[in-house]
Antibody, heavy 114, light 114 residues
C-alpha cells in the first residue's frame, strides 16, 4: 500500500533552518510529484510547494519563494523540504502529499522557539 | 493565484440530518479540454492528516461512504453529507488542483453535532 513516512519532530531556534524528509513506498516514486503543505496550530492547510520526482522541476507558493526549497532523491524514494530563516510563525505541522494530495504523510511538527 | 472561499466557517447539524458545505474558487477550475473540474474535498480530524474524500468535484475516493457526495462546476461547488454520523465531526477543506502544480485550499469548515 502507498505510504509516505516523514521524519520526526524538530525544535529550532529563530533564524535556524530545518529539513524535513518524506520517504515514499508502495508505488513508483517517479510517477507522481510531491507537495508540501503546512498547518499552523489551530489553523487551516497552506500549500507551500511541489517537486517533480521525474525531472526536479519545482513550484512554490509566492509567500515561500526564496526561503523554502523542495527536493527529491530518486535513489532513496525520498523528498525533502528545507525552510530557512525560521520564525516563530513557522511553528506548524508540515505534511508531504503525493501529487496534489491523494495520499499524505503523517506530518512533522516543527517548533520554532528561543 | 486561485483563492478558494468556503462557507460557512462552521456548521452544527443534528445526527441523521443533511450537512452542506460550499466552496467558491475565484476563477473557474473547469478545464475545457477534458471537461473536468479540478477540485477536491478533504476531511481532517484532530491530530490526523487530511483524508481525501472527493476528487474531480464529484468522484468519491476509495473507501469513502456514499453519504458523502460532491457537486458543482466552474466556480460553485458543494460537499453534501446526506445523513450526518458522529464520526463525521471534522474540519472539511476544498482544494483546487487546476493551476498546474500550484494547489490552494479553502479556509476550512468546522462541522459539529447540534
Amino acid at each position: 500500500q502507498v505510504q509516505l513516512v516523514q521524519s520526526g519532530a524538530e525544535v529550532k531556534k529563530p533564524g535556524a533552518s530545518v529539513k524535513v524528509s518524506c520517504k515514499a513506498s508502495g508505488y513508483t516514486f517517479t510517477d507522481y510529484g510531491l507537495s508540501w503543505v503546512r498547518q499552523a496550530p489551530g489553523q487551516g492547510l497552506e500549500w507551500m510547494g511541489w517537486v517533480s520526482t521525474y525531472n526536479d522541476e519545482t513550484k512554490y507558493a509566492q509567500k515561500f519563494q526564496g526561503r523554502v526549497t523542495v527536493t527529491a532523491e530518486t535513489s532513496t524514494n525520498t523528498a525533502y523540504l528545507e525552510v530557512r530563516s525560521l520564525r516563530s510563525d513557522d511553528t506548524a505541522v508540515y505534511y508531504c502529499a503525493r501529487g496534489w494530495g491523494d495520499q499524505w504523510g503523517q506530518g512533522t511538527l516543527v517548533t520554532v522557539s528561543s | 493565484d486561485i483563492v478558494m472561499t468556503q462557507s460557512p466557517d462552521s456548521l452544527a447539524v443534528s445526527l441523521g440530518e443533511r450537512a452542506t458545505i460550499n466552496c467558491k474558487p475565484s476563477q473557474s477550475v473547469l478545464y475545457r479540454s477534458d471537461n473536468k473540474n479540478y477540485l477536491a474535498w478533504y476531511q481532517q480530524k484532530p491530530g490526523q492528516p487530511p483524508r481525501l474524500l472527493i476528487y474531480w468535484a464529484s468522484t468519491r475516493a476509495s473507501g469513502v461512504p456514499d453519504r458523502f457526495s460532491g457537486s458543482g462546476s466552474g466556480t460553485d461547488f458543494t460537499l453534501t453529507i446526506s445523513s450526518l454520523q458522529a464520526e463525521d465531526v471534522a474540519v472539511y477543506y476544498c482544494q483546487q488542483y487546476y493551476t498546474t502544480h500550484m494547489y490552494t485550499f479553502g479556509q476550512g469548515t468546522k462541522l459539529e453535532i447540534k
